[in-house]
């Protein structure tokens, strides 16, 4: 019987305890910062990047370069064709603004061809500029003659209006050398149209 009134009163307490309101505590926990990414033509595989709009540039391709569809990113495309069956490609491109900068551009033409990137200060023993009916060329001409299929990249930044575009020739290392020629006289051509006539 003591047994019994003994545990009566710790029941009740235990009871009386778990009665009582539950408290709702809130905690405020900052939000990371996100970083986006830029979005450079690097990334053209894997989502969907703006081309330019506006007015767009012309030019004259060599006789011998095959024009082929140019596809979703390209304003235009041609297969270089050179001997024994070999190929490089001459891509067209044009995005909106600067599209990561000077550097950053000509580090993935690099990065393309297993280069190391260029530092800042390595930039203007790098490229050539010149101007071409009014429009400033960066014209870089990147090799990588290691490994079983040598590689070489012939390139020209071009700004024009808010956009920025891109002229690459790149395949077999002595075929885009032998092309260079062709590549300076092409970009000698491109040029942006005249005020409309009357």
């Given at each position: ?26 905690y405020r ?7 986006e990414?830029?979005?450079?033509p690097?990334?053209m595989a ?43 490609d ?23 061809i ?9 930039v ?5 500029r010149?101007?071409?009916?009014g ?10 003659p ?5 590689q ?13 575009w891109?002229?690459?020739?790149s ?7 032998a ?12 040029s942006a ?6």
């Open positions: 019987m003591r047994r019994r009134l003994t545990l009566v009163p710790l029941v009740l307490l235990l009871a009386a305890g778990g009665c009582r309101e539950p408290k709702i505590s809130a926990v900052p939000k990371e910062p996100v970083e990414p830029a979005t450079t690097a990334d894997a989502s969907t990047v703006p081309t330019a709009d506006g007015t767009d540039l012309t030019w004259t391709a060599p006789a011998a370069w095959q024009a082929k569809t140019a596809g979703a990113m390209r304003k235009a495309s041609y297969t270089v064709p050179g001997p024994g069956g070999t190929e490089a001459l891509s067209v491109t044009a995005f909106p603004g600067d599209v990561g900068g000077e550097l950053a551009n000509l580090n993935r033409w690099r990065g393309q297993q280069l190391p990137p260029l530092a800042a200060g390595e203007p023993g790098a490229v050539t010149t101007t071409h009916h429009l400033d060329f960066v014209i870089a001409d990147f090799a990588n290691a490994g079983p299929k040598p070489r990249i012939l390139g020209a930044i071009v700004p024009h209006g808010s956009a920025t891109f002229f690459k020739l395949g077999p290392d002595a075929l885009v050398a092309q260079k020629p062709a590549f300076l006289a092409f970009l000698e051509t491109v149209p005249g005020p409309a006539k009357p």
